[in-house]
């Protein structure tokens, strides 16, 4: 008889994979909270996406709240050439694609939203059997803050450096 493996037994641990990332989001805002999202995609998008032919266009995607629904803006995703070929609906790369919340968060969100200076940001697409989108409830950030954040990271770069050097 031989003895169980220990890899094999529990649950299988899932690996979450960062498909696509908005690195241009926590530079222009504060994240305050965030929530994930699933989303309404067709074959083709799914399969463009897994491939990494997904971008937020340089930072400029966004949440639209409209009538108790959301939907990501700007999140553009290039058809493979297979699909461009293949498929006789018309491809729409840039198309605003719903998101699934459920009512609660959708509420949060729109209360916030209301709020001055409060907004809804994609932060990053990422897979775990399921394509799901990471929003943030951000709120805008001045010049002196942007300021203020690249002098604390060369700080504690060069924190970083003198520890590693002594």
């Not at 805002?29 to 998008?45: H, K, P, Q, S, V």
């Not at 916030?112 to 990053?124: F, I, K, N, Q, S």
Request: aromatic share 6%; charged share 30%.
């Amino acid at each position: 008889m031989t003895a169980p493996n220990p890899a094999q037994s529990g649950p299988r641990q899932r690996e979450t994979r960062t498909v696509v990332d908005n690195r241009q989001a926590r530079h222009l805002y504060f994240i305050e909270d965030t929530f994930e999202a699933g989303l309404m995609l067709r074959g083709w998008e799914v399969k463009a996406i897994l491939a990494g032919q997904a971008t937020f266009n340089g930072g400029s995607a966004f949440i639209r709240l409209k009538d108790g629904e959301a939907f990501v803006e700007s999140l553009t995703i290039t058809p493979l050439a297979q699909a461009r070929k293949g498929l006789l609906e018309e491809l729409e790369p840039t198309r605003p694609r719903q998101l699934l919340l459920n009512k609660a968060e959708l509420r949060k969100l729109e209360r916030r939203v209301d709020e001055r200076g409060y907004t809804v940001v994609p932060l990053a697409l990422t897979y775990t059997r399921k394509l799901k989108l990471n929003i943030g409830l951000a709120k805008g950030k001045k010049l002196h803050d942007k300021r203020d954040t690249v002098r604390q990271r060369d700080q504690q770069r060069d924190l970083a450096r003198e520890l590693k050097a002594a």
